[in-house]
Nanobody, 127 residues
Framework: QVQLVESGEGLVQTGGSLRLSCAAS????????MGWFRQGPGKEREFVAS????????YYTDSVKGRFTISRHNADNTVYLQMNNLTPDDTALYYC????????????????????WGQGTQVTVSS
């Protein structure tokens, strides 16, 4: 069992930055692809970014490429999402997720492939 706790919520203006953190309750290095998803007002949950358990591979949805960076620090079981140049369209509840995998280079955008989810942290971008 892996418990995930997100932090870093905030209210920023358009063009601002935020850094989200996701702390895992146990060792996530090895066997867990990590991902960030978000759900905006009146929208379905969507994939944002994924990182392999080695940290060597990353994958982003098109709308955040060049603005968001996912990273992980396996020594302290934490995953980050650095978000720059934020726009109101980025307003959402952001979720961290962990997906068990035997592939060290695996990245994953499908929510069904993730086994554990955090409770979410709110990001609000004002215009």
């Amino acid at each position: 069992q892996v418990q995930l706790v997100e932090s870093g919520e905030g209210l920023v203006q358009t063009g601002g930055s935020l850094r989200l953190s996701c702390a895992a309750s146990r060792r996530i290095f090895g066997y867990y692809t990590m991902g960030w998803f978000r759900q905006g007002p009146g929208k379905e949950r969507e994939f944002v970014a994924s990182i392999s358990w080695t940290g060597h591979n990353t994958y982003y949805t098109d709308s955040v490429k060049g603005r968001f960076t996912i990273s992980r620090h396996n020594a302290d079981n934490t995953v980050y999402l650095q978000m720059n140049n934020l726009t109101p369209d980025d307003t959402a509840l952001y979720y961290c997720a962990a997906g068990h995998t035997a592939q060290p280079t695996a990245i994953e955008s499908r929510p069904s492939e993730y086994n554990y989810w955090g409770q979410g942290t709110q990001v609000t971008v004002s215009s």
